[in-house]
């Protein structure tokens, strides 16, 4: 591209196939499907705490179900690689 900045060619960047070059489908499935049922898992385990957000602790809470929903969000890196995510 002749030394020129082309925003296209630097938004393509890492794709799925870059980012795991050596995984297929299935195994790209599955890590989805184990990263996102872990982030599942803590965010379904952050209402254990529950009572302490109620009293006014919201601490424990908000970190453990934020913690989830950013597992879970991290887990379609397996699927379309992080660069698109990102988009």
Known sequence: SNGVFNREEAMAGPTADSFCPNMTLRQRVTGWAVCFGLGLLVS????????????????????????GNIIAMCSTCFLMGPQRQYR
């Open 44 to 67: 379904i385990c952050s209402f254990g705490s529950w009572t302490s957000l109620v009293r006014g602790k919201p601490a424990r809470f908000a970190i453990t179900y934020s913690l």
